[in-house]
T-cell receptor, first 115, second 113 residues
Framework: QKEVEQDPGPLSVPEGAIVSLNCTYSNSAFQYFMWYRQYSRKGPELLMYTYSSGNKEDGRFTAQVDKSSKYISLFIRDSQPSDSATYLCAMSAGAGGTSYGKLTFGQGTILTVHP | DAGVTQSPTHLIKTRGQHVTLRCSPISGHKSVSWYQQVLGQGPQFIFQYYEKEERGRGNFPDRFSARQFPNYSSELNVNALLLGDSALYLC????????????FGPGTRLTVL
C-alpha cells in the first residue's frame, strides 16, 4: 500500500465548475501538507501549504486537512481552462529523523477544464 | 528574482554511461532536494542537502550521488545508467532543510537508450 493515495482521474469539468481533488494517506507522522500544480513538461508549482488540520483559502483555491481521517482536499472554485494541469498532493513529516526534508507525493490527478 | 534553474533541459544517454545534472537554488535558499519523476507518477525523493551536508536520502541505489557547493548550487550524479533511469529529474529549493516549502525547477528530462 502506498503512503499517499490520489485518484489519478482524469477529471474533466466545464468552465466555472467547482473542482474537488482528494488524497488519503497512511503515515500519521505527516504534519505538513501541500498541493502542487504541474503543467505538461514543466516542474511542479506550489499552490497551497498547510500545517496540521484545518482550512486555508487563497483566491479561488481552498485546502482542507483532516488529520483524524488522514484525508486532504483541494477545492477550485470558478474553474478556468488555464487550470487544466496535473495536481499533485504532497506531505512531509518535518525535519526529524531519516525523513528529513522528504516530500511524499501522490501520483497526481489530471484535470481538464473545457470552455 | 530568478527561480530554481536546472541544466541541461534534456539529454540522451546510453546504458552504462554516467550523467551529471545541475541545479541552482533561489537566491537566499540554502537547501536543495532532488526528485525523480517517472511519466504518470508523482515525484520520488532522492536526496536533500542543507549547508553542504546530506540531510535526507530516499530509497535509491548507490549509483545515485549528489553534492552541494559553497554557493548552495548542487549536482546529481548517476552512474551505470539503466533504462529505468529515464525520467524527469527535479530540483527543489527551500530556505532551510527542515522548512518544507519547496519550490521546484523546470527539471531535466533524461532519456536512457
Amino acid at each position: 500500500q502506498k503512503e499517499v493515495e490520489q485518484d489519478p482521474g482524469p477529471l474533466s469539468v466545464p468552465e466555472g465548475a467547482i473542482v474537488s481533488l482528494n488524497c488519503t494517506y497512511s503515515n500519521s507522522a505527516f504534519q505538513y501538507f501541500m498541493w502542487y500544480r504541474q503543467y505538461s513538461r514543466k516542474g511542479p508549482e506550489l499552490l497551497m501549504y498547510t500545517y496540521s488540520s484545518g482550512n486555508k483559502e487563497d483566491g479561488r483555491f481552498t485546502a482542507q486537512v483532516d488529520k483524524s481521517s488522514k484525508y486532504i482536499s483541494l477545492f477550485i472554485r470558478d474553474s478556468q481552462p488555464s487550470d487544466s494541469a496535473t495536481y499533485l498532493c504532497a506531505m512531509s513529516a518535518g525535519a526529524g529523523g531519516t525523513s528529513y526534508g522528504k516530500l511524499t507525493f501522490g501520483q497526481g490527478t489530471i484535470l481538464t477544464v473545457h470552455p | 528574482d530568478a527561480g530554481v534553474t536546472q541544466s541541461p533541459t534534456h539529454l540522451i544517454k546510453t546504458r552504462g554511461q554516467h550523467v551529471t545534472l545541475r541545479c541552482s537554488p533561489i537566491s537566499g535558499h540554502k537547501s536543495v532536494s532532488w526528485y525523480q519523476q517517472v511519466l504518470g507518477q508523482g515525484p520520488q525523493f532522492i536526496f536533500q542537502y542543507y549547508e553542504k551536508e546530506e540531510r535526507g536520502r530516499g530509497n535509491f541505489p548507490d549509483r545515485f550521488s549528489a553534492r552541494q557547493f559553497p554557493n548552495y548550487s548542487s549536482e546529481l550524479n548517476v552512474n551505470a545508467l539503466l533504462l529505468g533511469d529515464s525520467a524527469l529529474y527535479l530540483c527543489a529549493s527551500s530556505w532551510s532543510g527542515g522548512y518544507n516549502e519547496q519550490f521546484f525547477g523546470p527539471g531535466t528530462r533524461l532519456t536512457v537508450l
